[in-house]
């Protein structure tokens, strides 16, 4: 396919030099500044995922209806979606900064105990911080065009070069100046011009699409259809902001920023690692979507099948990622920001527990992702952010168990409701065939197994790292790691024997 392979090398390229900086950012920031400041950045952040949730779903929706009228050279078509697209962002450009700048005045009681900021200062910080994301959508209904027209590589390229410029000034602000202000004001500044530059790129190159006075309008019925896709989407998604989004606004108010400071480099990690393995994982879907509808293997025995092993490999790599997070998170953190930043024993098993758990899940999301199952959850999803916040919440506010209630309440989300509904969304609407009681216990099998690695692993590294230097320590922990992959892998052969084959083909395909 035409540009594929560009597109996909540059978004790894890009996500990887942006993770990268991210992490060189953070530790100029957390040393400059301190770990309020973190806590406070990780807060707003997290704000601003709830805020901009209403966007979700609609880029999805207008890029898959892009496809026919692109193949097909309808501009009257594909203008029509384009002007849809702009007003609806447009709305929610409007909608966040708004919302931005009433939330502001609520930040304070956000903040456990205190802190060391005015409430105009936490009010103005958040504001330039939210305006950075408000700006980009005015110019975001553009760059799908890239995305549809597999051009997005572009865009990718845009994105690197004004990331590491952005980066670059961050830290000698962090140097030279310690200034909050200042380095949000950089970001919105270029961000801004980001925009500007690959606004002026889309024009040039498609110029027939971009002319003020060509302006289409949808029909009733593609509207309609649009809008019911939108909706399906955007009530998916939901529960999932809620899992990812609320957890450092629940610290924040009970715990306070010190702590949430301390946690979010942990997240940082997290964010890294599930970039990495959502992409490979979104890289199989269009794959899952061709299988369904191919003549050779249009039968749900056979897309059955492909369910299990693509299910199979995932459990796989999520526990090498998991033992990797493990075995060198403590090692990872003493040299980044510091020993002083790294967490107690409990909610380093939790988090990364709760990591798992979640990415479990993302094998089933690419299936109902391909076969187009997103209306059938729009109440799951609501329940699934009601369970997790109010979990959550009484978990911290009645027991002592401070984070760790916190990640118990999202896995306690994740192992009841969103375990049991989408695999029977999956089942009911798509893979009659599954098995729930296979399912159920080779998912068991796995966790346990994911459960009592992840508890060795940081045991292990733990007692090296208090008494060797990390020089010495980091070889053992590189044998250690490769023990327990080998470990999980003669398990995974032996709990997952046709799984197991299908991983090992493909293992020797890429010799």
Not at 69 to 78: V, Y
Not at 96 to 112: C, D, E, K, R
Not at 133 to 139: D, G, M
Not at 408 to 416: D, E, K
Request: glycine share 6%; proline share 1%.
């Amino acid at each position: 396919m035409r540009n594929v392979s560009k597109n996909v090398g540059f978004s790894i390229i890009n996500n990887v030099i942006v993770l990268i900086l991210s992490f060189v950012v953070r530790r100029f920031f957390i040393l400059q500044l301190g770990t309020d400041y973190v806590g406070l950045n990780s807060l707003f952040s997290n704000i601003l995922g709830i805020l901009s949730f209403a966007e979700l779903g609609i880029g999805v929706a207008v890029t898959a209806s892009l496809y026919e009228p692109l193949q097909r050279g309808n501009k009257k078509l594909i203008r029509a979606y384009l002007h849809f697209y702009r007003k609806f962002l447009n709305a929610v450009a409007i909608i966040i900064t708004l919302a931005a700048a009433t939330v502001g005045f609520f930040i304070p009681t956000f903040i456990h105990g205190g802190s060391i900021f005015t409430d105009f200062q936490l009010w103005l910080y958040f504001f330039l911080y939210s305006l950075s994301s408000a700006v980009t959508y005015l110019i975001t209904y553009k760059r799908i065009i890239l995305t549809a027209d597999q051009n997005d590589y572009l865009n990718q390229v845009n994105n690197l070069i004004f990331q590491s410029i952005i980066a670059i000034l961050q830290i000698v602000v962090l140097v030279f100046w310690q200034n909050y202000l200042l380095y949000l004001i950089i970001q919105v500044v270029f961000v801004v011009l980001s925009n500007f530059t690959i606004n002026h790129r889309i024009n040039k190159r498609y110029p027939e699409l971009f002319k003020k006075k060509l302006v289409e309008k949808l029909d009733k019925k593609t509207h309609h259809e649009l809008r019911k896709s939108i909706t399906g989407m955007i009530s998916a998604k939901v529960g999932g902001i809620v899992l990812t989004s609320t957890d450092n606004i629940v610290i924040s108010a009970f715990l306070g920023l010190t702590i949430l400071g301390k946690y979010s480099n942990y997240v940082m990690i997290v964010t890294g690692l599930t970039v990495v393995l959502n992409q490979l994982i979104t890289a199989l879907t269009p794959s899952i979507g061709n299988f369904r509808f191919s003549n050779k293997y249009s039968s749900s025995k056979q897309e059955t099948k492909l369910f299990y092993q693509v299910t199979g490999m995932n459990y796989l790599i999520v526990i090498f990622a998991c033992c990797g997070f493990a075995v060198f998170s403590a090692l990872f953190i003493q040299v980044w920001v510091g020993k002083q930043f790294i967490l107690d024993f409990g909610i380093v098993v939790c988090l990364i527990v709760s990591f798992g758990v979640n990415q479990f899940r993302q094998a089933i999301i690419a299936f109902e992702t391909a076969y187009g199952l997103f209306w059938q959850q729009r109440y799951k999803s609501i329940l699934e952010a009601a369970l997790n916040i109010v979990s959550s919440i009484l978990l911290i506010k009645y027991t002592n168990l401070g984070v760790i209630g916190v990640l118990i309440g999202t896995m306690f989300t994740n192992l009841t409701l969103n375990l049991i509904w989408e695999i029977l969304i999956l089942k009911l609407n798509a893979l009659s065939r599954i098995k729930l009681s296979r399912y159920f216990i080779q998912y068991f099998i796995t966790l346990i197994f994911l459960i009592w690695t992840t508890i060795l692993g940081i045991f292990i590294s733990n007692i090296l790292l208090s008494n060797i230097s990390v020089l010495f320590a980091f070889p053992i922990l590189i044998i250690i790691f490769l023990l327990l992959c080998a470990s999980n892998y003669a398990v995974f052969s032996i709990v997952f024997p046709d799984e197991y084959q299908f991983v090992k083909s493909r293992i020797k395909r890429q010799r």
